[in-house]
């Protein structure tokens, strides 16, 4: 039973380019969250979709964007690119509706120069 | 929203010693107490939870305990061994108004155990 997903595992980009980051939910799951988690701080909420919809978003601007796909796979996508915009991407998935936990993905560490 | 304080940022221990983190929140209709193990390189680990119908539950050499009129709970893990050693998050979520549960994290303690 394969966990959560993410690709790539490390990116570099530079300011004011976009970049899209890949996630893959654990088996039987359909919700996937994603989470920004800057050096030495816990993980940032930034917005989970259900049915390819963004049913809850955190405190992020619209330069942050998803989509899910039919096989609850999802994307999350930064425009404009920031050097803040430089950590941890984590992606995690669990039951809409059912049991509380999210499994996490690996992570994607974004570097943005 | 959920405002969640941990302490301490840093612990260092002795094998076999025991470790306490302590985390409180804010928001009093939070009832789900995930605590995640974050090693280096990788994503965090649900290693135990409490909700918060229940005071106490243990899982071999953890325990979570749960004080909901103090509004803290805290981890509590015997016998530490070096591969104990990570970054601990612990996480309050709210009861969902739509959606699924979305956790905010605490700022997370980097436990250190000398063999």
């Known amino acids: 039973d394969a966990g959560v997903t993410q690709s790539p595992t490390h990116l570099i980009k530079t300011r004011g380019q976009q970049v899209t980051l890949r996630c893959s939910p654990k088996?039987?799951?359909?919700?996937v969250s994603w989470y920004q988690q800057a050096l030495g701080q816990g993980p940032q909420f930034i917005f989970q979709y259900y049915e390819e919809e963004e049913r809850q978003r955190g405190n992020f601007p619209d330069r942050f964007s998803g989509h899910q796909f039919p096989n609850y796979s999802s994307e999350l996508n930064v425009n404009a690119l920031l050097l803040g915009d430089s950590a941890l991407y984590l992606c995690a998935s669990s039951l809409r509706g059912g049991s509380y936990e999210q499994y996490f993905g690996p992570g994607t560490r974004l570097t943005v120069t | 929203g959920e405002n969640v304080e941990q302490h301490p940022s840093t612990l260092s221990v002795q094998e076999g010693d025991s470790a306490v983190i302590k985390c409180t929140y804010s928001?009093?209709?939070?009832?789900?107490f995930p605590w995640y193990k974050q090693e280096l390189g990788k994503g965090p680990q649900l290693i135990i939870d409490?909700?918060?119908?229940?005071g106490e539950k243990k899982d071999q050499r953890i325990a979570v305990t749960l004080n909901k009129t103090a509004k803290h709970f805290s981890l509590h893990i015997t016998e530490t061994q070096p591969e104990d050693s990570a970054v601990y998050f612990c996480a309050a979520n709210p009861k969902p108004t739509g959606g699924s549960y979305i956790p905010t994290f605490g700022r997370g303690t980097s436990l250190i155990v000398h063999p």
């Open positions: 409490i909700r918060s119908n229940v």
């Open positions: 088996s039987g799951h359909d919700t």
């Open positions: 928001d009093s209709a939070s009832n789900y």
